[in-house]
């Protein structure tokens, strides 16, 4: 036993340069987020109301149309600050089930970076989840909890759950990822504020917990918020500030607020941009002292996303659109954030 335990610490010493060098080997980290625009696949789930996207539904969704929105959602991801070495995390919002979010892994784009899912059925409906999928060979998965809205003024409501994922990225940093897709405006911006401000209470009791615990925890608040930056459900409710200078401890700084004043936007409604997708983080990675720290972030405006001819020139080029076939990737654009090792 004795020249066991020997043998496995010399085996740990001579693997130990190995290790150090695959940490220092990345310096950047990129950390999106993606609205795909109803990712559902072609089977009939008798739990969800899915019934448009089959190939008999509305959408007249087939199995070729299935596997043209994988290829287009696979050439957006691929292509995430690939300057940079492409997205390491990337949370989704919009998606049916685990299966899709496998299908999109395993496309020949993204089989080569051999991305993990994380994901959980939540209860919405209409069937969309969020998940996360992330890049095994950067970020160890420790954990994850869903975590389910309630609004008590309407007991028969129902939303998605936000997804907690813990890991560990490059071998150095512990992440807190919170995926979300907040209650959208449908019925009026007046009447659906109240669950997007509980939606953001939500978050926050989250995010407070992991600060409390830790002050320095590095925390990532991401998704389809369905509110721009000065919504009363981001400043009031989640708490989160525009301006760096002014975050204090277990506090939020929303990087989203700059762009969003410069007129800026991932979504485009009525010939108007707004920014509703959003990535939210700790002042633990604001002002980080070790490890990783945010550096700056991007909207991800590539050509081949926005729409090129008719009264939508400009806009994403998405799905669908009035309910006719497009063919394009999403209406929305992917946004992320880049993270740099101090």
Do not use: C
């Not at 695959?22 to 109803?38: P, R």
């Not at 685990?98 to 020949?108: A, K, S, W």
């Not at 890991?167 to 990822?177: E, F, K, Q, R, S």
Request: hydrophobic content about 35%; charged content about 25%; aromatic content about 10%.
């Amino acid at each position: 036993m004795k020249n066991k335990i020997v043998l496995l610490t010399i085996a740990f010493l001579l693997s130990f340069p190995l290790l150090q060098s695959q940490v220092q080997e990345h310096k950047i980290a990129v950390i999106g987020f993606y609205n795909v625009e109803n990712l559902f696949d072609t089977e009939n789930d008798p739990n969800i109301n899915d019934e448009q996207f089959l190939p008999e539904g509305d959408y007249q969704w087939t199995p070729e149309r299935y596997e043209r929105k994988l290829q287009n959602l696979s050439k957006v991801i691929a292509a995430i600050a690939k300057e940079h070495g492409g997205v390491a995390i990337l949370g989704l919002s919009e998606i049916e089930n685990r299966r899709v979010m496998e299908d999109l892994t395993n496309t020949d784009l993204l089989r080569p970076m051999n991305f993990g899912v994380a994901h959980h059925d939540s209860p919405d409906r209409r069937g969309v989840d969020v998940g996360l999928i992330y890049r095994k060979d950067r970020f160890r998965v420790i954990g994850q909890k869903a975590f389910r809205l309630n609004y008590p003024a309407d007991t028969s409501f129902r939303t998605r759950d936000q997804l907690l994922v813990t890991g560990i990225l490059d071998m150095t940093d512990t992440l807190h990822v919170i995926v979300n897709h907040w209650p959208s405006k449908s019925g009026g911006e007046k009447r659906s504020m109240p669950m997007r401000n509980a939606a953001a209470q939500l978050s926050k009791q989250i995010s407070d917990s992991l600060m409390n615990a830790n002050p320095n925890a590095k925390v990532i608040i991401m998704g389809d918020l369905n509110d721009n930056p000065n919504a009363k459900s981001l400043v009031e409710h989640l708490g989160a500030k525009g301006k760096a200078k002014d975050v204090g401890e277990r506090e939020l700084f929303n990087p989203m607020w700059q762009p969003y004043r410069d007129g800026l936007g991932s979504y485009a409604y009525r010939d108007t941009w707004e920014l509703i997708d959003m990535i939210i983080i700790s002042n633990g990675l604001l002002n980080a002292k070790t490890g990783y720290k945010y550096k700056s972030m991007e909207i991800f405006r590539a050509n081949f996303l926005l729409t090129k001819t008719g009264s939508f020139t400009g806009y994403p080029y998405r799905t669908y659109a009035g309910g006719a076939y497009q063919g394009g990737y999403s209406d929305h654009l992917p946004v992320f954030i880049i993270l740099q090792r101090n």
